[in-house]
Structures are given as structure tokens and as C-alpha cells.
């Protein structure tokens, strides 16, 4: 049963989804929380272990969130549910690939999936930044912590990386290094 559940709400959620990973993001949360299959925290550490391993963002989380629930068949499961609707998908535009570049409801829909895929990536941002800048709700007690200030630091030194144009490797090897030195030395 849990295998059917995987792959049904996975498929929903990359059926529902334009925009990669990041889009998927709100709807995967409410659904490994609402289903209990992650904690809120637990879903957060692995968003920043899929963020460092190869591969594409959506597969690698349906793939641990179905391997933490069902073993290796659930990982299949949700990773099959996820990457299905996207292949039906590219195998359909492949095939009209002329009617829809030249489609102007096709072009129209596009343009406005555009911002709602920036809605969707700003709500992940703002929830998942709840999460790991106040763990215990919002209070000035929140600011004074040394959590807060350790991952302030990392996510302004982050800040000024990207936009230094620094290449992304570095940064996610700087970030991992950082998390660890920072964990061994506040513990």
C-alpha cells in the first residue's frame, strides 16, 4: 500500500509541477509532512544533502523520501511517480514540437507559468528559512541564539559568493565545509 501511495502522490506532484525542483519544493513538503513520512526537519537536512549530490534536485528527493518510507522498492516508486508525468510530457512536445513553438496560447501559458515559478521558489525559500533561522517560532530570544548567528553568517557569505559570480561547486563544497566547522566547534 505504502509503494501505491508513494508513487500516486509523487506522480501528482510531478504532474503539478513546472519549474524543476525548487517548484516541487512546497507541494513535496506538504505532502512527506501531511503523509508523516519526514519530519519538517528531516526534509530540510536532506534538501541541503540533495543540493550537494549529483543529479537533478526532484529526482534525488523523491528518490531518499521514498527509500526512508517503502526501502528500495518505495524509491523506485517515488521516483518513477515523479519522473513519469515529465516523460509523457517531452515525449508529447517532441512529436508537436512545431505547433507549440508557434502556438500563441501555448507561448501565452508559458509566460505566465514564468512568475508563478518564482511564487513557488520564494514560498520554498520563506518556509524553508523559517525552519532553519527560528526552529522555535519567531521571538528576540530567536536573534540572540548562536545557531542564528552561524547560519546568518554562512547564508551572507553565501550571498556575496553567488553574486560574485563565484562557480557553484565551490560554494556547495564552502557551505558543506562550513555546516561541519561549525557544528564541531558550537556543539
Same mark, same amino acid.
Given at each position: 500500500? &505504502?509503494?501505491l501511495k508513494l508513487f500516486i502522490n509523487f506522480l501528482k506532484i510531478g504532474a503539478c509541477?513546472? $519549474?524543476? =525542483?525548487?517548484?516541487?519544493l512546497p507541494l513535496i513538503q506538504e505532502q512527506v509532512i501531511m503523509h508523516k513520512w519526514l519530519t519538517k526537519e528531516e526534509l530540510i537536512n536532506f534538501i541541503a544533502v540533495s543540493e550537494s549530490t549529483p543529479g537533478p534536485f526532484a529526482i534525488n528527493i523523491s528518490t531518499y523520501v521514498g527509500m526512508e518510507t517503502g526501502g528500495l522498492p518505495g524509491a523506485f516508486c517515488a521516483t518513477f511517480g515523479v519522473v513519469l508525468p515529465s516523460f509523457i510530457i517531452i515525449l508529447i512536445i517532441i512529436k508537436c514540437f512545431d505547433y507549440f513553438q508557434e502556438n500563441k496560447i501555448i507561448k *501565452?501559458?508559458?509566460? $505566465?507559468?514564468k512568475p508563478s515559478t518564482v511564487g513557488l521558489i520564494s514560498a520554498t525559500v520563506i518556509s524553508t528559512g523559517k525552519t532553519v533561522f527560528f526552529q522555535n517560532g519567531i521571538s528576540l #530570544? #530567536?536573534?540572540?541564539?548562536?545557531?542564528?548567528? &552561524? #547560519?546568518? &553568517?554562512?547564508? =551572507? *557569505?553565501?550571498?556575496? &559568493?553567488v553574486f560574485k559570480k563565484i562557480h557553484p561547486i565551490f560554494i556547495i563544497v564552502l557551505s558543506g565545509v562550513l555546516g561541519i566547522a561549525a557544528g564541531y566547534l558550537f556543539k
Open positions: 500500500m &505504502i509503494y509541477t513546472f $519549474g524543476g =525542483g525548487y517548484a516541487m *501565452g501559458c508559458m509566460t $505566465g507559468l #530570544s #530567536s536573534f540572540l541564539t548562536l545557531d542564528f548567528f &552561524i #547560519s546568518a &553568517i554562512i547564508f =551572507g *557569505g553565501m550571498l556575496i &559568493i
